[in-house]
């Protein structure tokens, strides 16, 4: 699917906030894709987060962020971001943003092997 590109991770104390970026390829949009962000610990399966449905900009969050992270599009500049407030040490992992042509946030989640998938972006929030 559409080649994705992650930014803006990084360290930051507990209490701190970090904006991870996600942009498409050149000349490609994200228009008609469901977009998400996803993130893993060494050792653990990868977990659902937060995602956007490409149908009405439905959201939705893991129950472990909501309130405290918000996920946005903007298809003009074929970019997702994630905001990420209040951030926790168990907020600690590797975060990679997805894509899914033409369909829903659940579709994304449950079928995720047929993602697009960004590189990763490492998040360390230390106490």
């Known amino acids: 699917q559409v080649p994705l590109v992650e930014s803006g991770g990084g360290m930051v104390q507990a209490g701190g906030s970090l904006r991870l970026s996600c942009a498409a390829a050149?000349?490609?949009?994200?228009?008609?894709?469901?977009v998400g962000w996803f993130r893993q610990v060494s050792g653990e399966e990868r977990e659902f987060v937060a995602g956007a449905g490409w149908k009405g900009g439905t959201t939705y969050y893991a129950d472990s962020v909501k309130g405290r992270f918000a996920i946005s599009r903007d298809d003009a500049k074929s970019t997702v971001y994630l905001q990420m407030n209040n951030l926790k040490p168990e907020d600690t992992a590797v975060y990679y943003c997805?894509?899914?042509?033409?369909?829903?946030?659940?579709?994304?989640?449950?079928?995720?092997?047929?993602?697009?998938w960004g590189q990763g972006t490492l998040v360390t929030v230390s106490s």
């Open positions: 997805a894509a899914r042509f033409q369909a829903g946030v659940g579709t994304m989640v449950r079928d995720s092997s047929s993602n697009a």
């Open positions: 050149p000349g490609r949009t994200l228009s008609t894709y469901a």
